[in-house]
């Protein structure tokens, strides 16, 4: 069985432009969540989709946007990026709701 | 929002030890789950931990679900050299919004192995 794919694996981009970030979940899975890892903040809640629709939302900007296709793939843009917007993204699906989340191996963003 | 507390901050152990971790909260949660993270790859699973209480092993690794729900263990017996690497707690509470609320991360535990 696959695991988590994301694409990229690395991204490099300029202030104020935008980035999207692509994440195919584990087959059959219908849930997908998005988490931003910093040094500084760790790992951190971005938003959960299921089902196409978003379910939950952590503590960021409206710049931070995402969605979900009805092949459960997703896809998580970030407008008018900031340096501090550099991290490690992370992509986790699950099967169900409250059972174990299984990661990606991430994007790495570099805003400069 | 909820925070979790994981300690220690980092390990730094010889060969063949064993090695104990854990995370307390301010909050209940109903579900926990212990991730091991190597340089450059995301967070691989190790256990998960569903009711106040549960004892769960997986080979040379065993945590525990506190009995309060604040709480959680993660044991290594015997460390072995691919043992290296940041272990996470992870706390989930329910649901919220039609859909599972996200996992709550602890800061890591920074597992070091000496020759």
């Known amino acids: 069985k696959a695991g988590v794919t994301q694409t990229p694996r690395y991204l490099i981009k300029t202030r104020g432009q935008q980035v999207t970030l692509s994440c195919s979940p584990i087959?059959?899975?219908?849930?997908v969540s998005w988490y931003q890892q910093t040094p500084g903040q760790g790992l951190q809640f971005l938003f959960e989709?299921?089902?196409?629709?978003?379910?939950n939302k952590g503590n960021f900007p409206g710049r931070f946007s995402g969605r979900q296709f009805s092949n459960s793939r997703s896809e998580m843009n970030v407008s008018t990026l900031e340096l501090g917007d550099s991290a490690l993204y992370l992509c986790?699906?699950?099967?169900?709701?409250?059972?174990?989340?299984?990661f990606g191996q991430g994007t790495r963003l570099t805003v400069v | 929002g909820q925070q979790l507390n994981q300690s220690p901050q980092s390990m730094f152990i010889q060969e063949g030890e064993d090695v104990s971790m854990n995370c307390t909260s301010s909050?209940?949660?109903?579900?926990w789950l212990w991730y091991k993270q190597e340089p450059g790859e995301g967070p691989v699973l190790l256990i998960a931990l569903y009711k106040a209480g549960e004892l769960t092993s997986n080979g040379r690794l065993t945590a525990q679900f506190g009995i309060t729900r604040k709480d959680s263990f993660l044991n290594i017996s015997a460390s072995i050299p691919s043992d290296v690497g940041i272990y996470f707690c992870a706390g989930q509470l329910g649901y919220s919004g039609g859909g599972a609320d996200g996992l709550t991360f602890g800061k890591g535990t920074h597992l070091i192995i000496q020759p």
């Open positions: 909050s209940i949660f109903n579900t």
């Open positions: 989709y299921f089902s196409e629709t978003q379910r």
């Open positions: 087959s059959g899975h219908r849930s």
């Open positions: 986790a699906s699950r099967g169900q709701p409250y059972t174990e989340a299984f």
